[in-house]
Every structure is written in structure tokens, then in C-alpha cells.
């Protein structure tokens, strides 16, 4: 089975607050996303990265930055946490090609920003 | 640019009758459509998925979801509910970004399931 781990299920950091969100996947897939989800609005894309240190902007980049220097790691980035930031966190990785569409997620991390 | 709809935020449906949830997307092209679902405390977990062919896909769980082109819809069914299934479900439309893979997810329908 794919597994996919977030590392922490729920944080809590303060404004200005610099913070990381670790994601790994253990299925050697080349594809890694974020997503923010937010009641009503459904999932919204971050970033995605479909190679070792490769990032692609999703739908709402602003005030995050990822790094991927492992294949089985990826992290999201809030240089600077503000409370409109305050969300769950869900990472996914897939496969290349139509695969990609496949995409398995860890069980999220809910960040409240004070 | 892709979207979905899903028009119905919450639906309460009685354990063993019949469901649909509603999924209307945008997209110029044959759209690649997906059902994932989510259980409370859970990640995501991919239901079916429509790339071509026969418009009537079967998923795990005993859930279908039927392609209407004319009426651009992605409706997911189920004959008889269990409680297991409440969970909160979402539709996506699968889209490429600069010749990369991504999904546009639509608001999500949350489903309670009475006794």
C-alpha cells in the first residue's frame, strides 16, 4: 500500500512564525502536491513537483515556498505564518502520466495560526 | 480555465436508499474526471475515475458515476448507502499545467447517513 505521512496532525504556531510542513511518501512517485482545505472551498492546489528539486506553482502560491531535495520528501514552507493561513494541510504524491491523476494523501495537518 | 461545481454542500440520506451526488465541471476539452472521498479522519482516497471509453464507471465500494458530455455532469450513485459511507466526497477535473498533471477539486459534499 501507498503510504504517505504528513509530520504532525495538528500544530499551532503564532504570527510571524516561521513554519515547515513535512510530507513523505514511501512509493518511489515521482509527482508530490499541496493542498489547502478550506470548508466550501473544496481542496486548492499550492504547489506540485514532479521531479527532485522541480516546483511548479498551483493555484495559490502566494506566501508559501516548497522544497524538494529527496524524492520522497516534500516540504511547504510559511515564511512568515498569518492567520489567514490557518487551514488543513493535505499532501498527495502520484505517478507519471495519466497516473498522476491518481494521487494518494496522507492524512493532513491541521495548522492554526494565533 | 477548469472548474467543478458540486451544488450540493450537505446531503442526509437514509441508510439503504438510494444516492446521487452532483458534479458539473468546465473544460474545454474530453475532461479526465475523478471521484475521491474522504472519511473523517482520513486522507483522501480515490472512488473511480472516468478517463474514456464507456461513460458508466464502476468504483470500489460499491459507488458508480455516470459521464454526460451534453449536459456536462459526473454524477456519482449508489443503489443502497451504508453507515460507513458518510464521509465527505469531491469531484475533480483533471487538468495539465505547462505539460504537467493536476486536479482541480470542486467544494466537496458532505453525506450523513441516518440510522
Known amino acids: 500500500d501507498v503510504k504517505v505521512t504528513q509530520s504532525s496532525r495538528y500544530l499551532v504556531k503564532r504570527t510571524g512564525e516561521k513554519v515547515f510542513l513535512e510530507c513523505v511518501q514511501d512509493?518511489?512517485?515521482?509527482?508530490m502536491f499541496w493542498y489547502r482545505q478550506d470548508p466550501g472551498l473544496g481542496l486548492r492546489l499550492i504547489y506540485f513537483?514532479?521531479?527532485?528539486?522541480?516546483?511548479e506553482k498551483g493555484d495559490i502560491p502566494e506566501g508559501y515556498s516548497v522544497s524538494r531535495e529527496k524524492k520522497e520528501r516534500f516540504s511547504l514552507i510559511l515564511e512568515s505564518a498569518s492567520t489567514n493561513q490557518t487551514s488543513m494541510y493535505l499532501c498527495?504524491?502520484?505517478?507519471?502520466?495519466?497516473?498522476?491523476?491518481?494521487?494518494?494523501f496522507g492524512p493532513g495537518t491541521r495548522l492554526t495560526v494565533t | 480555465a477548469q472548474s467543478v461545481t458540486q451544488p450540493d454542500i450537505h446531503i442526509t440520506v437514509s441508510e439503504g436508499a438510494s444516492l446521487e451526488l452532483r458534479c458539473n465541471y468546465s473544460?474545454?476539452?474530453?475532461?479526465?474526471l475523478f471521484w475521491y472521498v474522504q472519511s473523517p479522519g482520513q486522507g483522501l482516497q480515490l472512488l473511480l475515475k472516468?478517463?474514456?471509453?464507456?461513460?458508466l464507471v464502476q468504483g470500489i465500494k460499491g459507488f458508480e458515476a455516470e459521464f454526460k458530455r451534453s449536459q456536462s455532469s459526473f454524477n456519482l450513485r449508489k443503489p443502497s448507502v451504508h453507515w460507513s459511507d458518510a464521509a465527505e466526497y469531491f469531484c475533480?477535473?483533471?487538468?495539465?499545467?505547462?505539460?504537467?498533471?493536476?486536479?482541480?477539486f470542486g467544494s466537496g459534499t458532505r453525506l450523513q447517513v441516518q440510522p
Open positions: 498527495a504524491s502520484s505517478l507519471p502520466g495519466l497516473a498522476g491523476y491518481e494521487q494518494y
Open positions: 512509493m518511489d512517485h515521482e509527482n
Open positions: 513537483s514532479y521531479d527532485v528539486k522541480m516546483k
Open positions: 473544460y474545454g476539452a474530453t475532461p479526465y
Open positions: 472516468y478517463f474514456s471509453g464507456d461513460t
Open positions: 475533480a477535473v483533471g487538468r495539465e499545467d505547462t505539460g504537467r498533471r493536476a486536479l482541480t
